[in-house]
């Protein structure tokens, strides 16, 4: 099975469209979260999973 996250650039850390921190853009830290929950989850039905960062 292969799971691919994706996110919308702009949304997350943005208020009225404008960043609200000097970072910039949230989504790598929210994609990573909804990963790590999935990882969590995964074990807990004792499956493995492996993060693959660039094809």
Do not use: E, W
Not at 7 to 28: C, E, H, N, Q, W
Not at 45 to 51: A, D, K, N, R, Y
């Amino acid at each position: 099975m292969v799971i691919v996250a994706c996110a919308r650039l702009g949304i997350s850390g943005f208020k009225d469209g404008k960043p609200v921190t000097d970072k910039g853009d949230f989504y790598m830290f929210d994609v990573a979260l909804a990963l790590q929950n999935l990882t969590l989850a995964a074990h807990s039905l004792g499956l493995g999973t492996v993060h693959v960062g660039r094809f």
